[in-house]
């Protein structure tokens, strides 16, 4: 077993405004061990990129707040750190890869200085101008970029060079924790290919630990080591790879999700949609977050949250499973 490198518990965010409050993250926990890869998988609202963001001390300062729980990032509870303790983490040893390049990238600035500013940021080994120059170099090579490229700007790449030049920014520093939020949604189905294959090659060289945000499953049967299936701010099931994908047991959403993929073997098969759409967040149901769209929804569905089920590591949040032993709050 891996030593654990981050730690989530009973973590709540929400965003409050004059005239609401948004319940984004109700209660999530995980945890990930050095060199593994653990999907966070759900739909676009889900609340997955809102922990990602809570992790890394960047909720918006106005709005977003944590009303519980903790973040432990190799022993160190992330929550108690002053802003200038975070800016030393950030970016130097937990880095994020954003969903959308353009927006991440500055159009006025080269990829090269953009990608040179962590290291000048967080230069603890003290490198000179030359030396975090050639640095940018072999971090450009390494992610398939040309060096000679580096004096380009953003404009000037195609959509999966750009998210290159992302990974490059978030790997410059050999961070212990990449988190990379849904890296592929906007490249076609060749370079989503490439840019996997190059995260679990880079993941391998360097033991780094990956939380990989998608609604893909198909993604996640390619990269993950462990899978959270989030709703509505909730992980209503979590395992290993084989439990999600082999076990016989699963949450009524999880296999909603498995029907509305296409299947390669069977033609004719026709494809199931979960009806309705994701509850309102700032009027979430009462019982489980789920059962407005569930088909096997029973009466204490409705009113009662369902407890956390748990089969040698495989939790469910369900009532479907209540008489299941290992039952906890």
Do not use: W
Not at 271 to 278: D, F, Q, R, T
Not at 282 to 293: D, E, I, M, Q, Y
């Amino acid at each position: 077993m891996s030593e654990t490198i981050l730690e989530i518990e009973n973590l709540s965010v929400v965003y409050e405004t004059d005239m609401e409050t948004v319940h984004a993250v109700n209660g999530i926990s995980f945890s990930l061990g050095k060199g593994e890869t653990l999907g966070l998988v759900g739909e676009t609202g889900a609340g997955k990129t809102t922990a990602a963001l809570t992790i890394l001390g960047l909720l918006p300062e106005r709005t977003g707040k944590i009303t519980g729980g903790a973040i432990r990032f190799e022993g160190t509870e992330l929550g108690k750190l002053s802003a200038h303790e975070m800016e030393k983490i950030r970016g130097a040893r937990i880095s994020m890869i954003f969903q959308d390049p353009m927006s991440a990238l500055n159009p006025v600035l080269t990829v090269g200085s953009q990608i040179a500013e962590a290291l000048e940021l967080h230069n603890t080994d003290g490198l000179s101008k030359k030396e975090i120059e050639k640095r940018v170099e072999d971090t450009l090579e390494m992610v398939g970029i040309p060096k000679e490229r580096k004096a380009n700007y953003p404009h000037q790449f195609s959509g999966g060079m750009r998210q290159r030049v992302v990974i490059a920014m978030a790997l410059i520093l050999s961070p212990e924790l990449l988190i990379a939020d849904e890296p592929t949604t906007a490249l076609d189905v060749t370079i989503q290919a490439q840019i996997l294959t190059m995260i679990c090659d880079l993941q391998r060289k360097y033991g780094t630990s990956v939380i990989m945000i998608t609604h893909d499953l198909g993604v996640v049967a390619e990269t993950c080591d462990k899978v959270a299936i989030v709703y509505a701010g909730e992980i209503v099931e979590y395992g290993t790879l084989s439990d999600i994908f082999s076990s016989g047991r699963h949450h009524p959403y999880t296999e909603g999700l498995f029907g509305s993929i296409p299947s390669l073997t069977e033609e004719t098969k026709r494809l199931h949609p979960i009806e309705g759409i994701l509850p309102d967040p700032t009027n979430l149901p009462k019982g489980c977050k789920f059962s407005p769209r569930c088909t096997k929804c029973m009466e204490p569905c409705s009113l009662t949250a369902p407890a956390v089920y748990e089969d040698n590591g495989h939790l469910i949040r369900c009532h479907l499973y209540r008489d299941n032993k290992g039952g906890q709050e």
